[in-house]
């Protein structure tokens, strides 16, 4: 049994059934493994470790933007999650609830936090007396809980972690600026960490927040051209305030509500991650968030000095990049296909005839590509090539959504990019419920947003054909 | 209303009121403030920012011993908790319960982790095959809930947040090795970080934790003389390895238990923070763990270039210590009241009159020693004034922590030590469960631990007059 687990077992295609390859690239590289509980996962060592760069990187990122990290509880009163009407009922059907403690039956029940704008805004109205107490920028890394009937590792578990960020402030435009900053934050740590070109937009009436004003999001193309949600910010105006008697004593000492706003962004973006990067050799996890950078695979390693020159390698590495060695006593092929799989930017493989030459060989992920390399130039030339790397996932992608992304202006070139290349659909829309609902139904398709860079595409909204009022993404979405 | 938040309002002497006092402490300090649901915490900007450097300096041990972070799920199925007998009776009298998702009543109640062994356990019984699987080096940062009576924030709270470390090994003498390890990198943790001398020991059968083989501790004295345990690790031996039968073939390919263990640290050390360090002032927070390692306060601020130059000054140790500057238009006496409070390490007061001799006020926090230090010098002398303090609040509670340790051969002698100088006992024990119950009943105290570092004060136990078989520590305990 010991001997097959060196083995890295064949994944399905994409091209084949992209499902079913996803299911197995987040088996076979070790991210997670199924809870015992519907729809819960385990984040196994490597899965985690991706998500910790992820994770530190967007908390340095929240903490320069002035936030401070606090912990709200994991329980909310019955009672407390009740009190904005549109954001119960937008929650409560997928809420876990905890109705004993030990023996006892409790006298109210308890929700599992499905997200936190009760628990923050009972705080706040109990904690913002003046304008000096304003704003109140707070963020916290939790997990939460939604009951879900279909659930993926990743995309959709029952419980998952994220931030969640939960600000007050004094004016409708201070809160709607800090909407605009922390999606800029989720774009910049999508595009330049996680090398994922993002559409910024605003989602639709019916697609926004449960209790929110608005609600901007940015949307990116997975490799089968499905839209993924990757992270959203809302302005809530000044609706929970009034539902929760948040107010503050204005300079002139006249009584005001806070407006505020909440945004979060999730494990749900390590399968955009998957999605966008990985191929039919496993994944592909860009440079400046790879737990492992470069993996050293010695060759003929029971020839003498090769180990002693892989480890004199990693040492003199490890200061620049982060770097592995694979000294295991399985077989250099079965590595080079661990490497792939695990998506490690690069492989660098060092053997006799190399040591003899005073090289190595680098092999990029992204690409395949070999290259020769002295080991005197290696600590100039590796963390050029892991920048190189960083940049071609961006572009390879950027071009992949350019490739996928279809205008159309009736529904009939909607349902026939569909079928030839489904992806993003560029259309103009009149605005109205009615039309978005039709397409929803029957083409399973939904408003992704209503990107920031308007075009105007036509005249006439591509679904009833009354006059357009602006442009929208649509798509597939996970 | 926002003009009284300027003041910092007195605290209950410790002498007078020591829990009131705490409860001030944590409430003015701004640590956190109670959650809606009993005996729930909300961990507030300064307390969690002091949380985050505890906990990112023992991530940085955890990793460095060769151990990987993982998340497992919140929840545990019914059945799966009920497979360890003694772990079950230990924590099902305290384990929230979830029955309902949504809407529908679930087939099987979900325990929310008390502690995740269990969860573990499961996952290692599917995943070992193979002495090559072995070790398993897993750690989590996760929340865990246990229903409580009585509740005080840090100390017990429904809902803490902890890392807890599960591992499996090949052997009984590795995984022994692993418990005394990871009971060091807690004693490194507390004395050289947290500056809170510790006891290593052994719990007794009566106090180690449900399912263990045995407990190891470390416990520290707060001020008022009780104990707390401040951080544990578990050897299971093959306990848990039989109930969930998680096995492994040897290099014979014979099959053979795992020998596994646990060890955890929580929020609960802050509590020791406060307790041990603490003053009639406030807070006092060691250097190496203090968000805020100084604080400048610019006197006279409103006359020409005071805050100039003391922008200037922390402009220049930004790189070296953590600095801030509070140029609010409060009062000197309020800020100096807020930095006594909160527990920076040191204030550092600039006015004109230093100014003009280029000169600097440094006020430590632990002695209120005040000194007059060069601007030119303050890049040398304000790091090595932070080791110092670092330094003395270790040897003044090592200096409490003696003062208040009491040899004691007789029941009559405890009971006279705990009037006149309520601390740490030490006495000879015969090691029978009965004279640890009559103590724990007659007088509350109850056996901190076995200390690795055994002396022989007597030969006979200090309850029954038997032979004695150890020295144990004893005290009433948080």
Tied chains: 1, 2.
Excluded at 256 to 266: I, K, N
Excluded at 277 to 303: F, S
Excluded at 311 to 335: E, H, N, Q, T
Aim: proline fraction near 4%; charged fraction near 30%.
């Amino acid at each position: 049994m010991s001997k097959n687990k060196q083995f890295v077992e064949k994944i399905t295609a994409m091209e084949d059934d992209f499902a079913q390859w996803y299911t197995d690239v987040v088996k076979q590289a070790e991210l997670v493994d199924y809870g015992l509980v519907r729809g819960t996962m385990i984040m196994k060592p490597y899965g985690f470790a991706i998500w910790e760069n992820v994770r530190d990187a967007l908390d340095r990122k929240i903490k320069e933007t002035g936030h401070s990290n606090v912990a709200f509880p994991l329980f909310i009163p019955e009672s407390l999650l009740e009190k904005e009407k549109d954001h119960v009922e937008g929650f409560a059907p997928e809420v876990a609830w905890v109705t004993h403690g030990g023996d006892e039956e409790l006298a109210e029940r308890l929700a599992i936090r499905p997200t936190s704008e009760v628990l923050f805004c009972d705080y706040y109205s109990k904690n913002i007396h003046s304008y000096r107490d304003l704003p109140k920028l707070y963020n916290q890394w939790a997990n939460v809980v939604r009951w879900e009937k279909t659930t993926r590792p990743f995309l959709r578990s029952s419980e998952f972690h994220w931030q969640e960020g939960h600000t007050a402030h004094a004016t409708d435009e201070e809160a709607a600026k800090e909407t605009d900053q922390m999606l800029n934050v989720y774009a910049d740590l999508a595009e330049n960490y996680l090398a994922i070109p993002v559409i910024k937009g605003r989602k639709t009436e019916m697609e926004k927040f449960a209790g929110a004003k608005y609600t901007i999001t940015i949307e990116c193309m997975m490799h089968d051209g499905k839209a993924l949600q990757a992270g959203t910010s809302h302005h809530f105006g000044s609706g929970f305030a009034e539902a929760f008697d948040i107010t503050y004593l204005d300079k002139d000492g006249k009584s005001q509500f806070v407006h505020q706003t909440s945004w979060g962004l999730s494990t749900r973006i390590m399968g955009a991650l998957i999605m966008v990067h990985g191929d039919n050799r496993g994944l592909v996890v860009p440079p400046r968030i790879a737990p492992t950078q470069a993996m050293i695979i010695p060759i003929a390693q029971h020839k003498e000095g090769v180990l002693d020159k892989a480890y004199d390698l990693r040492d003199k590495l490890a200061d620049i990049v982060r770097i592995d060695i694979d000294a295991s006593d399985k077989m250099p092929g079965w590595k080079f296909n661990e490497c792939e799989m695990k998506g490690y930017p690069v492989r660098i493989e060092i053997g006799p005839k190399d040591i003899e030459k005073n090289q190595v060989v680098l092999v990029r992920r992204d690409t395949n590509e070999k290259e020769f390399v002295s080991i005197d130039e290696l600590e100039v030339r590796l963390p050029a090539l892991l920048e190189e790397i960083q940049q071609n996932l961006f572009d390879k992608a950027l071009a992949h959504r350019n490739e996928k992304t279809t205008v159309v202006k009736s529904m009939d070139e909607l349902e026939k990019a569909l079928k030839e290349n489904p992806g993003f659909l560029k259309a103009m829309w009149c605005g109205d419920e009615a039309c978005e609902e039709k397409i929803k139904e029957e083409t399973q398709v939904t408003s992704r947003c209503i990107p920031f860079e308007q075009e105007k595409l036509a005249d006439t909204c591509f679904c009833c054909g009354k006059k357009a009022k602006e442009m929208v993404y649509w798509a597939r979405a996970y």
